[in-house]
């Protein structure tokens, strides 16, 4: 059975930087691509980052320079570093993983909430 589990969501202020971690089991996450989704209250769910098995990553362009995506495919991990905060970065946190045969697994999320 597939299982992602997301943790370092929290309270922060604007400004602020959190890293959020999700660690995967039941597959070799090492040929998935592995990624974050975000959903704000009353907004549809919207891509953040992801990074392929080969290391290319790709960002959302309301993020971009701000956040950054890495893995570690030894801990079977996917990070997302958020830095210079903001209230409308306000979200559930979603960690993905999609597999070669488009096979897509979600985490059950974690909240982050920028707040003075």
């Known amino acids: 059975q597939v299982q992602l589990v997301e943790s370092g969501g929290g309270l922060m202020q604007p400004g602020g930087s959190l890293q959020l971690s999700c660690v995967g089991s039941?597959?070799?996450?090492?040929?998935?691509?592995m990624g974050w989704e975000r959903q704000a209250p009353g907004k549809q769910r919207e891509l953040v980052a992801e990074?392929?098995?080969?290391?290319?990553?790709n960002y959302a362009g309301s993020v971009k320079g701000r956040f950054t995506i890495s893995r570690d495919n030894a801990k079977n991990a996917v990070y997302l570093q958020m830095n210079s905060l903001t209230p409308e970065d306000t979200a559930v946190y979603y960690c993905?993983?999609?597999?070669?045969?488009?096979?897509?697994?979600w985490g059950r999320g974690t909240q982050v909430a920028v707040s003075s």
């Open positions: 990074i392929t098995s080969g290391g290319r990553m």
């Open positions: 039941g597959t070799r996450f090492s040929i998935y691509t």
């Open positions: 993905t993983a999609e597999g070669p045969a488009g096979n897509k697994y």
